[in-house]
């Protein structure tokens, strides 16, 4: 089946700190999309992405879905403790009938010192 | 808007007995319901995607007939695990379209323990 490969899958940083984490596939995805998972919880999104080079920012997040729709990026600029948790990529396509379905990468787990 | 609760949130049974998850759509109606699973420290696998008043379609490996979804409603789908073992303890997390528009809101997870 199709994966994602996500990395790092981990990473210790200082607040404040700028902090980078990315995703790649062998196969072409038409949305690509990053979630955030708290412990306990479902995932959250973050940013999608539906065009190829299409960079996007929320806030502090910044994305950008590669040319060839086979990668991304997420950047977190200026860390604060509160961005703890999983992050995980997700590609999106079409399934069949009216449906679209999701592939997960593994997940970048953060963790923030204050 | 677009919130998707699921019930219950956590739950213990015993091995060889069912449970039941269910997950809802509050403020959309939901054409399409996902489920995933999710092992400790691993990522969110589909399991099957249920489209309501239709069967589910199940991925490769995922067994139908011990994971039966039930999407009855435009709010509701439900998730019944039959004869459940230990190694179905797992995090069970649905997530749900509105009409039109692709975007999976995902609901908070049930923790589920087989003892």
């Known amino acids: 089946g199709q994966q994602l490969n996500q990395s790092p899958q981990s990473m210790f940083i200082q607040e404040g700190e700028d902090v980078s984490m990315n995703c790649t596939s062998s196969?072409?995805?038409?949305?690509w999309l990053w979630y955030k998972q708290d412990p306990g919880e479902g995932p959250v999104l973050l940013i999608a992405?539906?065009?190829?080079?299409e960079l996007t920012s929320n806030g502090r997040l910044t994305a950008q879905f590669g040319i060839t729709r086979k990668d991304s990026f997420l950047n977190i600029s200026a860390s604060i403790p509160s961005d703890v948790g999983i992050y995980f990529c997700?590609?999106?396509?079409?399934?069949?009938?009216?449906?679209?379905?999701?592939?997960f990468g593994k997940g970048t787990l953060l963790t923030v010192n204050p | 808007g677009a919130v998707v609760s699921q019930h219950p949130s956590w739950v213990i049974c015993k091995s060889g007995t069912s449970v039941k998850i269910e997950c809802r759509s509050l403020?959309?109606?939901?054409?399409?319901m996902f489920w995933y699973r999710q092992f400790p420290k691993q990522s969110l696998m589909l399991m099957a995607t249920?489209?309501?008043?239709?069967?589910?379609?199940?991925e490769q490996g995922v067994e139908k007939d011990k994971f039966l979804i039930n999407h009855a409603s435009l709010t509701l789908s439900t998730l019944t695990v039959t004869s459940a073992h230990p190694e179905d303890s797992s995090f069970y997390i649905c997530?749900?379209?509105?009409?039109?528009?692709?975007?999976?809101?995902f609901g908070p997870g049930t923790r589920l323990t087989v003892t």
């Open positions: 997530s749900a379209t509105d009409r039109g528009i692709y975007e999976q809101y």
């Open positions: 196969s072409i995805f038409n949305t």
């Open positions: 992405l539906y065009k190829a080079g």
């Open positions: 997700a590609g999106q396509q079409y399934s069949g009938g009216s449906n679209y379905k999701l592939t």
């Open positions: 403020d959309f109606q939901a054409t399409t």
């Open positions: 249920s489209n309501e008043g239709s069967k589910a379609t199940y």
